[in-house]
Every structure is written in C-alpha cells, then in structure tokens.
Nanobody, 116 residues
Framework: QVQLAESGGGSVQSGGSLRLSCAVSGAPSGINALGWYRQPQGKERELVAVIPRGGSTNYADAVRGRFTISRDSNKNTIDLEMNSLKPEDTAVYYC??????????WGQGTQVIVSS
C-alpha cells in the first residue's frame, strides 16, 4: 500500500521560509513523476513543482526562483524548500507520486499560511 505523509507546514510572515517534507512508503518501482501541488482555499489544485522520470525539474511560474524541490532516494522523501514566501503562497500543499497506467497517490496535505 502506497502511503505519503507531508510535514513541515505552518504559519510564517511574508518573506520567510518553510521546508516541507513528504515521506513515501510502499511506492512501486518505475515511478514516472513525483512532486507537489497546492490548493488555495476556494480554488482548484495547482501544480507547484514536479520531478519527472528522466527529465528536468519543472516549476510553476509563480514559484520559480523561490521554491526548490528535491528527492532523497535513501530516505524516500520528497522535499520542498520555500523561500521568500508571499501571502499568495497560502494553501494546502499536497505531495504526490504518479505511475503511468497505474495511478496517482496523494498525501493528506499540510497547511501553509503566509501573513503580510
């Protein structure tokens, strides 16, 4: 059974930093992509950053240059370093892993609140 568990969310002032971590267990081999989405209150879920298999890391325009995604294969974690946070970064952040023709697995989400 695939399980993802996010941690590291919280409240921070504008300009501050947070580091989110996602612990992954039970994932099948051959994952095609992993990364982070976020969902602001009352809005749709949106891509934040993704590490595709065999490809280059991609970021949403809104976070490029401020956020950094990384993967630790030894610890089975997906991390998201968030710097220069803005109030518009306030959202619930979800990590995910995707395997083609099998499915997508999501964490339960972690809340990030950035105050001005």
């Amino acid at each position: 059974q695939v399980q993802l568990a996010e941690s590291g969310g919280g409240s921070v002032q504008s300009g501050g930093s947070l580091r989110l971590s996602c612990a992954v267990s039970g994932a099948p081999s051959g994952i095609n992509a992993l990364g982070w989405y976020r969902q602001p209150q009352g809005k749709e879920r949106e891509l934040v950053a993704v590490i595709p298999r065999g490809g280059s890391t991609n970021y949403a325009d809104a976070v490029r240059g401020r956020f950094t995604i990384s993967r630790d294969s030894n610890k089975n974690t997906i991390d998201l370093e968030m710097n220069s946070l803005k109030p518009e970064d306030t959202a619930v952040y979800y990590c995910y892993v995707y395997k083609w023709r099998v499915g997508t697995w999501w964490g339960q989400g972690t809340q990030v609140i950035v105050s001005s």
